[in-house]
Structure formats: C-alpha cells, structure tokens
C-alpha cells in the first residue's frame, strides 16, 4: 500500500475509482467520465494536493481536495469496499489534511451522511459537526412524466452557462 497524489491520474482512471469505492455506499453516486471532468474542473478539485490509497498501483481509496483560496472542502473521499475496515482510511485522510496545511489551508469542510462510519476517523482528526445533512429520496409510484398542458422546450447550454445560472439563482454550494 502507498500514499500519493492524484495529480496526473487520467479522468477514466479517476471515475473507475470513484465508481468502485462507493460501491455498498447508502447514497449511489457513479460518474461517468465527463461527469467526472466536470465534478474536478466545477468543484476546483486540486489534484495535486488530492490524496490517493494505492495497492500495486490500483487506486483503493481516495480523497478529492476542492480549492478555493485558504479554504478546501473534501469533494469525495472513500475506500474500496475490499479494503473497508482496516484502518486504511485514517493514514489517507491523515495525509490529506497534511496536503491541506502545505497550501495553509484556515479551513477545510466536509459533508456526510449520519450513519457513514468515517465520522469516528472524521472526528478523532478534529473535525467537528456543523449541522446534520438530510437526504430525501422519494419511493412512491411511477414518476413518469404526465402530459403537461403547457410544452415547454428546453435548449442545450454549457456547463460554464449551467453553473453561472445557479449562481445567479443563489445556489451557494460549500465549497
């Protein structure tokens, strides 16, 4: 097992990862490799100073350190199902809060589900709870759409128009 950066990892080796790790997590999150693209360039994930868990080069576990100044926020991080339990994700988030200090950091935030088991790693490092993360997810019927009477035509923009929108329309995300 080794520590390393993320920096120079290709976005398809990126997104096998991602997929892999959260696999057996209670919030299904897989990517495909543009949405990984986007998730880095959006989320001004640094890899360079994004940790990595590798076993005979294969990434096992990872941690995606956002930045935006002095302040960095954890967009990702998590272990292989095939390594969970066996400490490994302290010695990573360890070395990712190291990486966090060489640009000195004032604040690094985090979001997690209540019943994620990381919390203890979370905080016997120090961080503390700020405020509960709720998930909704609806399980009722059929959600498809129904006839609506008035047709409204949707066009194509970029992600950079995307992202502008939702900050004009005051969607303040953590990071």
């Not at 997929?19 to 360039?41: D, L």
């Not at 967009?75 to 199902?81: H, K, R, Y």
């Not at 985090?110 to 909704?136: D, P, T, W």
């Amino acid at each position: 097992m080794n520590l390393a950066t993320l920096e120079g990892v290709s976005t398809e080796e990126l997104t096998k990862a991602w997929n892999r790790c959260w696999e057996g997590y209670p919030y299904a999150t897989k990517f495909r490799e543009h949405q990984m693209e986007a998730w880095i360039e959006k989320c001004k994930i640094d890899l360079a100073h994004s940790m990595s868990l590798k076993d005979n080069g294969e990434i096992v576990g990872f941690s995606f350190l956002a930045v935006d100044g002095l302040e960095g926020w954890v967009a990702g991080a998590c272990i292989d199902p095939l390594y969970r339990g066996n400490n490994l994700f302290t010695d990573l988030f360890r070395k990712q809060l190291e990486k966090a200090q060489e640009l000195d950091m004032v604040k690094v935030t985090l979001e997690v589900l209540e019943n994620n088991h990381a919390i203890r790693v979370y905080s016997k490092l120090g961080f503390q709870i700020q405020r509960e993360l709720l998930l909704f997810r609806y399980k009722g019927e059929d959600l498809s759409l129904k006839p609506r009477k008035k047709v409204v035509f949707l066009r194509k923009v970029s992600l950079d128009e995307y992202f502008l929108a939702r900050n004009v329309g005051g969607f303040k995300p953590p990071w």
